[in-house]
């Protein structure tokens, strides 16, 4: 089962990455949806040498580029610098990586690499959700419980809670059930 479940991630990988090769040679597209599980990209970058890497995240490899920047944010195959993390995370992110644009969101929520901008973190937040990114939108639905850089919003709190938690994650599946037993007038069914 664990066999079928890693070539399973390799050719959705494999299959993202080709769908993004296609979407970028198109002149028309000027943003393009990368949806690629970390396993893949993991995969696919972690046996290259740092300097590949590097290079390929130069010539706009978005995959490379979130690789990097992860790698930059942990200090794994390169020493920890945030500030190199954060600037590899917004290349990868101004592409239509989902899981990068949240990231980003995070690093610039919690000022890591950069100057705490809530503004940007909502923004960025909002773009990998629209992408179905579940962890952005719970970070979202958290931001409208708690009036975090947007009005306090119940109702908007439990849509993004709500998107979240049909994907299954656990988080917004319990604040969701939270908010309908605390402030069940203010959230719509």
């Known amino acids: ?4 479940k890693h070539l399973l991630n390799f050719i959705v990988g494999i299959s993202s990455v080709c769908a993004f090769h296609l ?6 597209n000027t943003t393009t949806f990368i949806q690629e599980s970390w396993e893949a990209i993991s995969n696919r970058w972690g046996s290259v040498p740092i300097e590949k890497t590097k290079q390929a995240a130069e010539t706009n490899e978005v995959t490379a580029q979130y690789y990097l920047a992860i790698e930059y944010s942990n200090g794994d195959a390169v020493l920890k610098d945030e500030v190199e993390a954060y600037r590899w995370m917004k290349f ?17 929520q919690n000022g890591l690499g950069v100057e705490t901008n809530l ?7 909002q773009k990998a959700a629209q992408h179905d990114d579940a962890e952005a939108q719970f970070n979202l639905g958290w931001m409208y419980e708690n009036g975090v850089n947007v009005s ?9 809670y709500r998107l979240a938690a049909e994907q299954g994650h656990a988080m917004a599946q319990n604040n969701l059930g939270l908010l309908y037993f605390y402030f069940h007038e203010s959230v719509p069914q």
């Open 119 to 125: 503004d940007e973190a909502v923004g960025w937040y």
């Open 92 to 108: 990868a992110a101004q592409q239509g990586m989902a899981r990068a644009q949240r990231k980003l969101g995070w690093m610039l």
């Open 152 to 160: 306090q919003d119940y109702a908007e709190a439990a849509r993004f």
């Open 1 to 4: 089962m664990k066999i079928k």
């Open 23 to 28: 979407k970028a040679a198109d002149s028309t």
